[in-house]
């Protein structure tokens, strides 16, 4: 049975920085996707960022237009992920989930929608604000 597990959500004031971390076991993700989504309070939940594999022990990464500059996302081992979020706006506040995909694509918009991911976390709440 897979299962995703997210930490490092919070309370974090305008401007300030949070690092997400995922970890999702019960079978390897080495040679696909995983990612991270919001969703904020009456909004539908949204890409975020996602690193995929391409090769070898190389991944790629893709990030939304939204928080391209802000935020980056590391593969830090074959099953676990981490968003790194600077710069944080009351607007980036939202319930972010971490999903992975047992897929590959070497495309470079594999993996930036939510029907191409197969398993998912139970969210971990970000707040921006004063």
């Known amino acids: 049975q897979v299962q995703m597990v997210e930490s490092g959500g919070g309370l974090v004031q305008p401007g300030g920085s949070l690092r997400l971390s995922c970890a999702a076991s019960?079978?390897?993700?080495?040679?696909?996707?995983m990612g991270w989504f919001r969703q904020a309070p009456g909004k539908e939940r949204e890409f975020v960022a996602r690193t995929n594999w391409i090769g070898g022990l190389t991944y790629d990464t893709y990030c939304a237009d939204s928080v391209k500059g802000r935020f980056s996302i590391f593969r830090d081992a074959q099953n676990t992920v981490s968003l790194r979020m600077n710069s944080l706006k009351p607007e980036d506040t939202a319930v972010y989930y971490c999903?992975?995909?047992?897929?590959?694509?070497?495309?470079?918009?594999?993996?930036?929608?939510?029907?191409?991911?197969?398993?998912w976390g139970q969210g971990t709440q970000v707040t921006v604000s004063s």
């Open positions: 999903a992975a995909t047992t897929a590959s694509s070497y495309s470079a918009t594999f993996a930036t929608r939510e029907y191409e991911y197969d398993y």
């Open positions: 019960g079978r390897s993700f080495s040679r696909s996707a």
